[in-house]
């Protein structure tokens, strides 16, 4: 019988006003590549199989546009759409054929309760060469989102995706629904947005050479290293030249079995382990909360805005004279 329930996240989308100015920062300082590209969106891999991690559409406002998330059959795509539609849920696009330049496949879209939308992918395209450079992304590891509509898009993610609740926290929800501790999270907040994506480095060594190369390539570390509580993950969060904020991450828990033992707010408020399990990452740098929060991004896209006001107005005028 096939599943109903996502397995693993793929990648991510983002509209961003300058492709190239992008693609430079994610190649030269992040550690990916370009591996294809059609009219305006650009497709960017790791070093692990997954066909890309990130794709970039060229838009005149900044904003975080979609998850990519893996089913393990054709089979899976169909039930998961169908469970979906029974549950009422908005269905954006019925499962079809994936385009080549982007790996093939087949797959569905569906929105979230915050009008977010997730593609729900099986068959992509895998790569079989694997660069050894421990300092790049070897996959894309998870997405915390801000939610307004918290409880909502929790439950949207276990009834209708299939995810379950590895932790909870006074402001953050952590599920899974492959081996790893958590692909996504949901963060309260006072608007939806995404707070950041974490990108998976085999280890600690290239962990510290990664966010190495970013420092000297005058990307501070916002917030780490660390070791985060839930997850027990190792951080190291940057702002990238749009203003997303985006983490190295490295030896995310794994479950292998359901016999996880979930704990709640009352636990991780008391066990120590907050904000870093090491005691070496307690404070953040200033405004990185703001720019978790989505605010970076807000102030781009208005000065944008600002700009293209006055230039109308000042057509306006002169069309007048
Ligand atoms: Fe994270």
Same mark, same amino acid.
């Given at each position: %019988?096939?599943?109903?329930?996502?397995?693993?996240?793929?990648?991510?989308?983002?509209?961003?006003?300058?492709? =190239?100015?992008?693609?430079?920062?994610? @190649?030269?300082?992040?550690?990916?590549?370009?591996?294809? +590209?059609?009219?305006?969106?650009?497709?960017?891999?790791?070093?692990?199989?997954?066909?890309?991690?990130?794709?970039?559409?060229?838009?005149?406002?900044?904003?975080?546009?979609?998850?990519?998330?893996?089913?393990?059959?054709?089979?899976?795509?169909?039930?998961?759409?169908?469970?979906?539609?029974?549950?009422?849920?908005?269905?954006?696009?019925?499962?079809?054929?994936? *385009?080549?330049?982007?790996?093939?496949?087949?797959?569905?879209?569906?929105?979230?309760?915050?009008?977010?939308?997730?593609?729900?992918?099986?068959? $992509?395209?895998?790569?079989?060469?694997?660069?050894?450079?421990?300092?790049?992304?070897?996959?894309?590891?998870?997405? $915390?989102?801000?939610?307004?509509?918290?409880? =909502?898009?929790?439950?949207?993610? +276990?009834?209708?995706?299939?995810?379950? &609740?590895?932790?909870?926290?006074?402001?953050?929800?952590?599920?899974?629904?492959?081996?790893?501790?958590? &692909?996504?999270?949901?963060?309260?907040?006072?608007?939806? &947005?995404?707070?950041?994506?974490?990108?998976?480095?085999?280890?600690? =060594?290239?962990?510290?050479?990664?966010?190495?190369?970013? #420092?000297?390539?005058?990307?501070?570390?916002?917030?780490?290293?660390?070791?985060?509580? *839930?997850?027990?993950?190792?951080?190291?969060?940057?702002?990238?030249?749009?203003?997303?904020?985006?983490?190295?991450?490295?030896? %995310?828990?794994?479950?292998?079995?359901?016999?996880?033992?979930?704990?709640?707010?009352?636990?991780?408020?008391?066990?120590?382990? +907050?904000?870093? +399990?090491?005691?070496?990452?307690?404070?953040?740098?200033?405004?990185?909360?703001?720019?978790?929060?989505? #605010?970076?991004?807000?102030?781009?896209?208005?000065?944008? @805005?600002?700009?293209?006001?006055?230039?109308?107005?000042?057509?306006? #005028?002169?069309?007048?004279?």
């Amino acid at each position: %019988m096939a599943q109903t329930s996502a397995y693993g996240i793929r990648s991510v989308e983002l509209a961003v006003p300058d492709v =190239e100015a992008t693609k430079a920062f994610y @190649e030269a300082q992040w550690g990916l590549k370009e591996v294809a +590209r059609e009219n305006g969106t650009l497709y960017m891999r790791a070093t692990g199989k997954d066909h890309h991690v990130l794709t970039l559409h060229e838009a005149p406002r900044i904003k975080f546009l979609a998850i990519n998330l893996g089913a393990k059959t054709r089979a899976d795509v169909d039930a998961l759409n169908a469970h979906a539609k029974a549950l009422g849920t908005t269905i954006l696009a019925a499962p079809h054929e994936l *385009p080549a330049i982007a790996g093939g496949g087949y797959g569905f879209s569906l929105e979230s309760p915050e009008g977010q939308r997730i593609n729900i992918v099986a068959g $992509v395209a895998e790569h079989a060469d694997h660069e050894q450079d421990a300092s790049k992304p070897e996959r894309l590891s998870h997405v $915390v989102l801000n939610a307004a509509k918290y409880d =909502e898009q929790i439950a949207f993610y +276990r009834d209708v995706l299939g995810f379950r &609740s590895a932790d909870t926290t006074d402001f953050m929800d952590f599920l899974r629904c492959c081996e790893d501790h958590h &692909s996504v999270a949901v963060a309260r907040a006072n608007g939806a &947005s995404m707070n950041h994506m974490a990108y998976e480095l085999p280890n600690m =060594e290239g962990l510290m050479k990664g966010a190495g190369r970013m #420092k000297q390539s005058g990307f501070d570390i916002g917030w780490g290293v660390g070791r985060h509580g *839930p997850g027990d993950n190792v951080f190291s969060y940057f702002i990238e030249p749009n203003g997303f904020v985006t983490e190295y991450t490295t030896g %995310m828990q794994q479950v292998k079995d359901d016999n996880y033992e979930w704990h709640g707010a009352d636990y991780w408020a008391t066990a120590f382990t +907050r904000p870093c +399990r090491w005691g070496m990452a307690m404070t953040m740098a200033d405004g990185f909360r703001d720019a978790m929060k989505g #605010k970076l991004i807000d102030e781009k896209n208005q000065r944008c @805005e600002d700009v293209i006001a006055k230039g109308l107005a000042k057509g306006l #005028k002169s069309a007048a004279e």
